[in-house]
């Protein structure tokens, strides 16, 4: 096979069509993020490989949460990935939610431990117990710590980014001398996903607190913030842990108060994970494959000349310095000058993988003093004239990341729904999908009911629900709470 028939087969395997979404959703996602080349299955179990794109967005999330983190007094720090069994034993509650998806360390250097590890699937009881090695006097407190690592839970069930056997997270760790500020804490953190998911990965969001069979295993209460994906299914993107005092008394954090009492401090805990970036291709992506907002786009603006050989010189002559300008404003930006493929083959390549905005110039550009500009979201071209094009570039980047963000919401409202009984609610997510609103009574014989029912779960309970629901949507008594129920990744 001759050179050139091996590059007309690679660009007829690229740009073959990927199953439509409202076909198979998951097939979608999946086939997305491998076409796309954001991960790749590794050999083992339950695990992927991050692609550079794909890291690349998780590193653009770890900037912005860093940076808000830093903002507010917190510092950086690391743990060890082992924890002694004996240590999960300290929180019954923590060790009983956790222990069908751990995995242990029984052998080192062959010889068998005297106390098996567990390879960590959150770090509460070993910051836990360094803490109780630091705090010693209400001069210590508050301590705000946040670590950056990788966490293994043994998936049954797996979806690359959304719940895999490993995964990278930030995991928040607070320990202060009051109740009230604990629970500040808490809410300050949950407030500072909620503003990082909407505005940098233009995703809207419901913050609420989770229901006692949802929250967190050892948290006194757990709030949440719940995004809808394209599908109508929730994710929850986010979670922040009050924890009382119930990991101070299991490992002794204690300190002496000013009025010279010993006392058990409270704590917090609150992370995020790469589930976010599944949340990124599910709630923009579309049939043509990813839909990344320019925040978080490893690339944001794809540079492709156009036209016949004979003016290819020129043509990319005028490319080079016209991106010159555009590296000067400090844009994500490159061009793609590989003679090897077309440019529609290059079009449908960086649709694929969500660029945000594509420039094209050719000879007739060149002649006009212009470019013509496609948007990913839209579809939209425009014509900018080259003395405007680093300003106008930036507008319409903003002018992207603002319209994501609307039409993630105005899809949510479209698919958020009343249902005033357990009927209503499973016609309406064997119908349309989408979130429901309804009363709950409180009791846990009735939020098992909704999951058995229609297989949606407790989302939230909101802390602004659009309309207040009068009557449990299963027993028929008096609502307790506004809740959010949804089927969920």
Not at 68 to 93: C, D, M, Q, V, W
Request: hydrophobic fraction near 40%; glycine fraction near 8%; aromatic fraction near 10%.
């Amino acid at each position: 096979m001759v050179a050139s028939d091996i590059d007309k087969n690679k660009e007829k395997e690229f740009v073959q069509e990927i199953t439509a979404q409202e076909d198979d959703f998951s097939r979608w996602y999946r086939e997305t993020i491998q076409k796309a080349e954001l991960m790749d299955y590794s050999p083992v179990r339950g695990c992927i490989v991050f692609r550079p794109d794909g890291y690349e967005i998780w590193e653009r999330i770890q900037a912005g949460l860093d940076r808000r983190f830093k903002e507010t007094g917190h510092r950086n720090a690391y743990f060890p990935l082992f924890i002694p069994e004996s240590f999960l034993e300290k929180e019954k509650e923590h060790v009983e939610g956790f222990n069908p998806e751990l995995p242990w360390v029984t052998e080192a250097g062959g010889e068998k431990l005297e106390e098996r590890l567990a390879i960590r699937p959150t770090s509460e009881t070993i910051i836990g117990y360094m803490y109780s090695q630091w705090i010693k006097s209400y001069r210590d407190l508050p301590v705000l710590i946040n670590q950056w690592a990788n966490v293994v839970r043994w998936e049954k069930r797996t979806l690359p980014f959304l719940r895999t056997s490993e995964f990278l997270w930030q995991e928040g760790h607070t320990v202060h001398a009051t109740e009230e500020e604990a629970r500040e804490e808490t809410m300050k953190m949950l407030e500072v996903y909620r503003e990082f998911v909407e505005n940098e990965l233009a995703i809207p969001v419901i913050k609420g607190r989770k229901t006692p069979s949802e929250r967190f295993a050892g948290a006194v209460d757990t709030y949440s913030i719940e995004a809808m994906m394209k599908n109508g299914w929730a994710l929850q993107s986010g979670t922040s842990h009050y924890l009382g005092q119930n990991f101070s008394r299991a490992f002794d954090i204690k300190f002496l108060d000013k009025d010279n009492v010993l006392k058990y401090a409270y704590t917090t805990s609150w992370g995020v994970s790469t589930r976010l970036i599944g949340a990124v291709i599910m709630v923009h992506g579309d049939d043509r494959g990813l839909v990344l907002p320019p925040a978080i786009a490893p690339l944001q603006v794809i540079f492709i000349p156009v036209g016949p050989a004979k003016r290819r010189g020129e043509v990319l002559a005028r490319l080079e310095s016209l991106l010159s300008g555009l590296k000067e404003k400090g844009l994500r930006v490159r061009a793609d000058d590989r003679e090897e493929y077309s440019p529609g083959w290059k079009f449908n390549e960086y649709e694929l993988r969500g660029v945000p905005l594509r420039l094209e110039i050719g000879p007739r550009d060149i002649e006009n003093r212009q470019v013509t500009a496609v948007r990913r979201d839209t579809g939209e071209k425009l014509v900018i004239g080259e003395d405007r094009l680093p300003g106008e570039v930036e507008r319409l980047l903003k002018e992207i990341q603002a319209d994501m963000f609307r039409r993630a919401k105005e899809f949510a409202a479209a698919h958020s729904h009343r249902a005033q009984d357990l009927e209503e609610a499973a016609a309406i997510l064997e119908g349309p999908g989408g979130f429901i609103l309804a009363g709950w009574c409180g009791a846990e014989g009735c939020e098992q009911a909704v999951k058995e029912r229609t297989k949606a779960t407790a989302r939230n309970i909101p802390f602004s629900p659009p309309e207040e629901m009068p009557h449990c949507l299963v027993c028929g008594s008096r609502a307790a709470h506004t809740v959010w129920f949804a089927r969920a990744y």
